[in-house]
C-alpha cells in the first residue's frame, strides 16, 4: 500500500515536478503534490496548507532554492528541504547544506530520491519528537523550578554523602542562607551537633529502608529559633543511579504547643473534676451519715415516743402520726442509702451491684437478672465508688426512660484479667446516641458526659451502643487502682 505524501515543489517547469512526482509514485509513495514559482506563491501554501516535505530547484528566475530554504526557516515550519537541480556545482550543494538543505539531486538522477525522502521523513520525525521531549522536559523544570520556588515548606536533596545538592528557598530562608551557601555542605555545617546527627541517623534510615520515613524533629533555625518540623524522608535515584535521599519539612511549632496547651489545660479540668467527684461524694457520706445517725436515730426515737404515749393513753388516736413518722423513716433511710451505700464499703463492689439492681427493679417492678464473678482483687475505694455510679445512673435513666420490661447487669474480670468489665442492658426503646450527645453540649442532659467523664478521670472506657427501638447496652472497663495510683504502684 502506498505511503500519502504531501510535497510542495518549488519548481518552475511543470513537466519537471511530474516527472519526479511519477519516480516517488515508483518508490512506494502516493504523492499529492503543489507547485509553486514564487516567493509569494510558496508563503501562501505554507500558510495554507500542511506539507510532508519540500522539493526545490536550486535555480528558478527571481527565486531558487536557497531562498526558498530561507522562507521556509523563516516561516517556523520543521519540514524536510530536499534541493533537485538540473545543474549544480559541489561547492553550491556544500553551501546548500550548510544553510539547512537535507539533501541533493541532479534531475537526470532522482532514481534514489524516494529512499532519501523516506530517510528524511524518518529523521524529520524523530526531530519532532525530540523537540517536543525538549520542550516537554522545559516545562517541566519550569513546574518544578516554579513549584519549589513558591512551596512555603523546606524542601531538599542529598546525595549518598548526605551533602545538599538541591535546596528550595524555603530551606534557604530556614537556615538563613542563600541556596550556594547550603550546597555542598551537610547538617554538621547547618545545625547543632545533636541535631545534625538526629537528621543523618533518620536519612540513612530512608536509604536504608527504600522507604518513605515521617519523624517530628526539634531544631534551632539560622535565627536561633526553636522549631518543630514534621519531616517526610523518602529515596531517589539520579542520573547514572545515584542514591539520593529527599525532605520536605512542615512547621508544626504552633500546632503543637497549642496541642501541648490544651492538654494541660485538659488535665487540669480533670484534676478539678476528679477533686469536684472526691469532694462529692465526701459529702454525700457525710450527709448519709448525718441522715442515719442522727436525723434517723431522732426520727425512730419520736417513733416509739408515740407508740408508748398512744399505748398510756388508748382514747389519743396517735396512729396517723405514727405513720407519717414511719413514711419519713422510710424515706430518710432511702435516701441515705443513694447517697452512700453500706454495702459498698462493708461488703465490696459485686455486692453493693447486686443489692443496688434487685432493690432498683424491685421497686420499678421489672425482671432482671445480674451476674456477678470473682474480680481479680479488691479495687481502689475510688474505682468502686466510679463503677457503682456509673451503674447507678444507667440504671436510673433506663427505668426513667426506656420503658424496658429486662434489666440485665453483670461484672467480673474484664480481658487480661487486671481490669473489671460492667454490662448494663435493657430491652427497652432504646435512643440516638448522636442527639443525645448534642443534647449533652447543650446542657440539656449531662447525664451520659457524666458517666464517660467518671469512667475517664479514673483511667476507664465506657461505650454505649443504642438504636431507637433496639434496647441499650452499657459496656465498661475499669482498672483495679485509678490512673495516679497505679503509676505511683509502678515508680
Not at 504531501?6 to 517547469?13: A, I, K, Q
Not at 531558487?64 to 530561507?70: D, P
Not at 555545617?189 to 537528621?199: T, V
Amino acid at each position: 500500500m502506498s505511503m500519502p505524501l504531501r510535497v510542495l515543489f518549488v519548481e518552475d517547469v511543470e513537466e519537471d515536478a511530474e516527472l519526479i512526482a511519477r519516480e516517488l509514485k515508483r518508490g512506494g509513495f502516493a504523492p499529492d503534490w503543489q507547485r509553486v514559482d514564487s516567493e509569494a506563491a510558496m508563503q501562501e501554501a505554507l500558510d495554507n496548507g500542511k506539507w510532508d516535505i519540500v522539493i526545490a530547484d536550486y535555480a528558478i528566475p527571481g527565486f531558487g532554492g536557497i531562498a526558498a530554504l530561507e522562507l521556509l526557516k523563516q516561516s517556523g515550519h520543521s519540514i524536510p528541504f530536499i534541493i533537485v537541480s538540473g545543474a549544480i556545482g559541489e561547492q553550491t550543494a556544500v553551501e546548500a547544506m550548510k544553510a539547512g538543505a537535507q539533501d541533493y539531486f541532479l534531475k537526470g538522477q532522482i532514481t534514489r530520491l524516494p529512499v532519501a525522502v523516506e530517510r528524511e521523513l524518518r529523521e524529520a520525525t524523530a526531530r519532532r519528537k525530540q523537540r517536543a521531549s525538549g520542550i516537554a522536559l522545559r516545562d517541566m523544570q519550569a513546574r518544578f523550578h516554579a513549584f519549589m520556588s513558591n512551596a512555603p515548606m523546606p524542601a531538599w536533596i542529598k546525595d549518598a554523602e548526605l551533602r545538599y545538592v538541591y535546596a528550595n528557598p524555603a530551606q534557604a530562608d530556614f537556615f538563613n542562607l542563600t541556596l550556594d551557601e547550603i550546597i555542598g555542605r551537610d547538617d554538621f555545617d547547618l545545625l547543632s551537633s545533636g541535631a545534625a546527627q538526629h537528621a543523618q541517623a533518620n536519612d540513612r534510615r530512608a536509604l536504608q529502608l527504600q522507604l518513605p520515613t515521617g519523624t517530628q524533629e526539634t531544631v534551632m533555625n539560622g535565627r536561633n529559633q526553636q522549631q518543630i518540623l514534621d519531616i517526610v524522608r523518602f529515596p531517589l535515584t539520579g542520573i547514572d543511579d545515584q542514591s539520593l535521599v529527599a525532605g520536605l519539612a512542615m512547621d508544626v511549632t504552633e500546632r503543637v504547643n497549642s496541642q501541648r496547651k490544651l492538654e494541660v489545660a485538659i488535665q487540669k479540668l480533670q484534676l478539678l473534676s476528679s477533686r469536684i467527684i472526691e469532694v462529692q461524694e465526701q459529702e454525700r457520706g457525710r450527709l448519709a451519715r448525718g441522715l442515719h445517725d442522727d436525723v434517723g436515730q431522732s426520727l425512730t426515737a419520736l417513733k416509739i415516743n408515740l407508740e408508748m404515749t398512744a399505748r398510756a393513753h388508748p382514747g389519743v388516736t396517735l396512729d396517723p402520726a405514727i405513720d407519717i413518722v414511719a413514711s419519713i423513716l422510710a424515706q430518710v433511710r432511702t435516701l441515705s442509702l443513694d447517697l452512700r451505700p453500706p454495702q459498698l464499703d462493708n461488703l465490696g463492689l459485686v455486692s453493693a451491684l447486686r443489692w443496688y439492681v434487685e432493690k432498683q427493679a424491685a421497686s420499678a417492678g421489672i425482671e432482671y437478672s445480674f451476674e456477678g464473678q470473682d474480680l481479680p482483687g479488691r479495687p481502689h475505694p475510688d474505682i468502686e465508688n466510679t463503677c457503682f455510679r456509673i451503674v447507678q445512673e444507667a440504671v436510673t435513666n433506663m427505668l426513667r426512660h426506656s420503658h424496658a420490661s429486662k434489666l440485665a447487669v453483670s461484672i467480673g474480670p474484664g480481658p487480661g484479667g487486671d481490669r473489671i468489665a460492667v454490662g448494663v442492658r435493657d430491652n427497652g426503646r432504646g435512643f440516638d446516641i448522636d442527639k443525645a450527645r448534642e443534647n449533652a453540649v447543650m446542657g440539656q442532659s449531662s447525664g451520659l458526659l457524666n458517666m464517660e467523664e467518671r469512667a475517664l478521670l479514673v483511667g476507664g472506657t465506657l461505650e454505649i451502643f443504642s438504636q431507637p427501638q433496639r434496647g441499650v447496652d452499657i459496656s465498661l472497663l475499669l482498672p483495679l487502682m485509678p490512673n495516679a495510683q497505679a503509676g505511683d504502684g509502678e515508680s
